[in-house]
């Protein structure tokens, strides 16, 4: 769960422009001499709250007199994006640079100014600013639905970033959390429980879990950056490195950051990059993720990437051969988003498939077909992703990739599923873009509508 459109995407005006930000002296003044050259500005531009007034946003500017209220950002901003706070008064200027720090910022440039206007000293006025990005994926002292790490973004020279401007000094952190914060998270969901069961609870958790879970991702990027053939090297995280304890657990671990924010593709383009990566993972890597969710992926300028490999398994791993990892991945197959929306969609008669259903509470490579199939079919359903796939319900391609996920969830012969990998799953979307594409699946809007949409949920 970790990480998140370039300035290639036209930049029209929005219906309403409520939100936009209105332009200033001072702004104008910011713009030409500060922002103007700097190259992830220019990246992103056409996606800030200048030219776009809903969904999340690369860089959003304010300017004088303005609330400057850090939460309401927090929620207005993709993750590693710009806050830009511009006045003629220098103490607003700072007095934003400090309140954001505490509240899951990082000051990225000044607070300082420049002449506005002619742009002689002394004469003209100053145009104060600050530069804030978004590092923190979950607000500091907040506690986010995953019970997972501690991830932020950090700032370093040698980021070994292939992304787009703005990456190049920035990589991610995954820590395991401290006691106190697993603590305080424990007692925030079951306050009714004893203190002494909850601390000895996180204190598995602080020494045990996560750190074993941690330096599996780890183990998991080596062998991905071993094996994965060069053309998919930008679309999954690539290990910098890391840090372990004196029992030789991962403690931190650093990636490159896969910074979304890709040119919006249409639906059938994700399904196809989806499966596609997803038959790479299995097939050529050898490795089952296991927590496919849609938060688990990505859009950069590479494509779609799948990032969080904390319960991945390798291909024919023994799980069971370890006592601990087999009493760990028990209780993860039991209690997972994924696993507990497989049992209700089986019982609900959504899914008969026999494939997926005999992957129920085990490590199978058909826990990951299941979850990418019903993410093609609502490829919306996280914020992070909403505005980056282009998505009309009843067009043509909507109904299409329906069927699909009905195809692989509910087959005609659920004891013998025609579709049954992540390459019967490609084959499929292949042939439904190539047929769009010339024209032979083109249903009538009366086909359209009466179209029989396959019972999905996305389970909270």
């Known amino acids: 769960m970790h990480q998140m459109t370039s300035s290639t995407t036209s930049a029209t005006a929005p219906a309403s422009d409520a939100l936009l930000t209105a332009s200033t002296e001072e702004l104008d003044a910011v713009k030409r001499k500060v922002l103007g050259r ?169 020494e045990q879990i996560f750190p074993l879970f941690l330096t599996r991702e780890a183990a998991m990027l080596k062998v991905i950056e071993r094996e994965c053939p060069p053309e998919y090297h930008h679309r999954f995280p690539r290990l910098i490195d890391l840090e372990k304890d004196e029992s030789g657990y991962v403690r931190v671990l650093r990636t490159t950051w896969l910074r979304n924010g890709g040119k919006p593709m249409h639906q059938i383009e994700f399904a196809r990059q989806g499966a596609d990566l997803l038959q790479v993972l299995h097939d050529r890597i ?74 129920y509470q085990r490590v199978d490579k058909a826990v990951d077909l299941f979850y990418l199939a019903v993410l093609m079919n609502q490829p919306t359903s996280t914020p992070e992703l909403r505005d980056m796939i282009q998505y009309e319900k009843f067009s043509p391609e909507a109904v299409a990739i329906s069927g699909l996920t009905d195809a692989v969830l509910r087959p005609a012969d659920p004891q013998h599923p025609r579709l049954r990998s992540a390459q019967d799953l490609l084959n499929e979307v292949q042939k439904i873009e190539a047929d769009l594409r010339t024209g032979k699946y083109n249903p009538t809007p009366a086909q359209q509508l009466s179209a029989p949409k396959p019972r999905i949920w996305i389970w909270k």
Request: glycine letters at 6%; one cysteine or more; charged letters at 30%.
């Open 38 to 206: 700097d190259s992830e500005f220019r990246y992103y531009e056409s996606t800030s709250s200048l030219y776009k007034s809903n969904g999340l946003l690369n860089i959003l500017l304010s300017t004088e007199g303005e609330v400057h209220d850090p939460d309401v950002v927090f929620d207005r901003l993709r993750w590693g994006g710009l806050y830009i706070c511009v006045s003629s008064r220098k103490t607003e200027v700072r007095e934003v640079a400090k309140r954001f720090v505490d509240r899951g910022f990082m000051i990225d440039r000044g607070p300082s100014y420049v002449w506005s206007e002619w742009g002689v000293p002394i004469i003209s006025p100053k145009a104060h600013y600050v530069v804030v990005r978004k590092t923190q994926l979950v607000r500091p002292k907040e506690f986010s639905d995953r019970f997972t790490y501690q991830v932020e973004l950090e700032r370093r020279d040698d980021a070994h970033a292939e992304g787009p401007p703005g990456t190049e000094h920035w990589v991610v952190r995954k820590q395991v959390p401290t006691f106190e914060r697993i603590l305080a998270r424990l007692q925030h969901k079951a306050p009714h429980l004893p203190l002494e069961l909850l601390e000895r609870r996180a204190k598995k958790f602080a």
């Open 286 to 359: 050898g490795i089952i993720h296991l927590d496919l969710r849609m938060d688990n992926m990505v859009i950069t300028e590479h494509g779609v990437g799948f990032i969080d490999f904390g319960s991945a398994v390798r291909a024919g791993e023994d799980i069971h051969g370890n006592a601990v990892l087999s009493t760990l991945f028990g209780e993860l197959m039991k209690t997972s988003h994924i696993q507990r929306m497989l049992d209700r969609m089986s019982t609900a008669g959504s899914i008969t498939s026999q494939v997926i259903r005999d992957a």
